[in-house]
Structures are given as structure tokens and as C-alpha cells.
């Protein structure tokens, strides 16, 4: 599904990304973590080409996303992302947050969107909130919201970047919760996260990244079981 070959990205004489690959097959989730700086995010925006990259391949279920002849916007309409910061639209409600890009981008028509939006709105447990604003919202039901509008786009794979560490501790579990549902359903997830008990519930390889490098890519178990490199030991003897 996501092919990930021979990347590297730099700003300036800065290189964020060197010489990574990676692979994720159809239905895998996939747990990237690492130090903060080490290329996590910028590596998954470039995925969804939300960041241009110098040098290697990235393959999106066929499409090579560094092609200039690629319509980024195409693709990303079907290549979910929910973020650290839920970005629903504060001005609109959430049916309408729900609703919007499905009208715009995949031209459906109001009544299937509005329609669409709802029952995946109660897939997350928040149906009785379809009429609200999302200020009035808790943060964990505002990225709830974040993961049914990015459901809503039929997405071919989910791109998740430390969706819970902006959020109360006791809401994490919730928007943990939905994100395992989806994992249990097929879905192909690659997820950025610090929430080392998901990945050992959830994922079926572990990326670990430092200074721009993947320097662990490995089964969940052998991960957590014995990480090779000395940097990887470290950051998980830290937040284990
Ligand atoms: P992570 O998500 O692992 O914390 P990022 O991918 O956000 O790391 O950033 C990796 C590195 O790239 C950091 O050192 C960051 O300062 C740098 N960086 C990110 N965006 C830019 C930019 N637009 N210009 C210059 N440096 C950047
Ligand atoms: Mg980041």
C-alpha cells in the first residue's frame, strides 16, 4: 500500500530525512516513533506529499507521490490524516465539518455527506453531538470527530501524527480506542505515537527513527523484546 524507497529530504544543508525505506503492506499498522526532531512527522507528510522530497520514491497504492505528473490533490483526498492539533473547522458544526470535504472534493451530494458523516459519527460514540460546534467539544471528542471526518473520505490508509499527545490523560484511551477498532477492521494505519501500549496491542512493525535515519524497523516483539540499536534501547527504557 505505502511504499517508501530510498527518501531523503533536506532544508538547506539540514537533512531531516536520509536514505529512509520502508514498506506497508495492505491492512498493517505500523508504529513509527522516535525522538522528537528525528524526522517523524516530516516523514509522513511526505507520504501524503503535504512535504516535496529530494531524492528517493514514494508509492501510494500505485502512485508515485514525488511525480510531478501526480495530482497530490487526488490523492490525498483518500490518503487520511489526523493530526496532533484536530483541525475541524471552528466556524461550522460538526455535521458540517463532517460534511464538507466529502461535498467539495468528492462531490457528493448534501443528504449522502450529511448522511455519511452521521453514521460515522456514531461509529465513534458521538452522534448525540452532531449539532454542536467543535469549541464545544473536549479535545479527545474533537479528534474523534478528526478520525470520522478523515473516514468519511473512504480513505485506501490512515497517517496519524501523535494524535493523542495534545490531549488530558484521560482522554487518550478514547481516541486510542477508536484508532484500535480501525486496526481491527483492515485498515492500513501508519501512526506516530509515544503510546507504547497501542503499538504493543496494535501494531505489526515498530519504525524507530534518529536523526532523520529509520534505525529500527522490526515485528512489534522483537521491538519491545530486544531493540538493536543502543538509541532505541535508550528512548524505550525513558517511556516504558
Ligand atoms: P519529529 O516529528 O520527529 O519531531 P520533524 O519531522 O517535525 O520531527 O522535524 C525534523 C527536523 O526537521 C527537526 O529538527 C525540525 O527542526 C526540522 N524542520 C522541520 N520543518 C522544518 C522547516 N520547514 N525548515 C527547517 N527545518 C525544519
Ligand atoms: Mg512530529
Redesign the pocket.
Known sequence: MIQIANVSKS??S?D?LKDCSTTVNKGEVIVVC??????????IKCVNGLEPFQSGQIIVNGTSVGDPKTNLSKLRAHVGMVFQHFELFPHMSITENLAIAQIKVLKRNRDEAVDKGLKLLDRVGLKAHAHKFPGQLSGGQQQRVAIARALAMDPICMLF?EPTSALDPEMINEVLDVMTELAQEGMTMMC?THEMGFAKRVANRVIF?DH?RIVEDDSKDAFFANPRSERAQQFLAKIL
Open positions: 532544508y538547506g539540514f531531516v522516535g525522538p522528537s526532531g528525528s524526522g517523524k512527522s516530516t516523514l501524527d506516530v527513527m532523520g
